[in-house]
């Protein structure tokens, strides 16, 4: 066999095992995700409030949290490449 035809031959098989790599990566992507889907309950709950209202309902019990807020600076000045 001619070294061109080898060349030719080892470019197919490379795209076919990639292609054969790809399709079977995206089948098990798709699988994950009905499985996900499955996994999901109708009844799922949508909150009813946002993330800080839900931390701050958490911490109210102790009687919260009084976080210092530190002042605010001027900006630095950027970095120079001269």
């Known amino acids: 066999m001619r070294k061109d035809d080898l ?3 080892a470019v197919r098989l490379i ?3 990639s292609t ?3 399709k ?3 089948d098990y992507l798709v699988y994950l995700q ?3 889907a499955r996994n999901v309950s109708s009844d799922h709950e949508v909150p009813s409030q946002n993330l800080g209202t839900a931390i701050h309902e958490i ?3 102790f009687g919260g949290v009084e976080l210092e ?3 605010r ?3 630095r000045e950027p970095p120079r490449f001269d």
Request: proline share 17%.
């Open 7 to 9: 060349q030719q031959q």
């Open 15 to 17: 795209r076919q095992l």
């Open 20 to 22: 054969e790599k790809l």
């Open 24 to 26: 079977s990566a995206i």
């Open 34 to 36: 009905d499985v996900e």
């Open 59 to 61: 911490f109210k019990p």
């Open 69 to 71: 807020i530190p002042p």
């Open 73 to 75: 600076e001027p900006m």
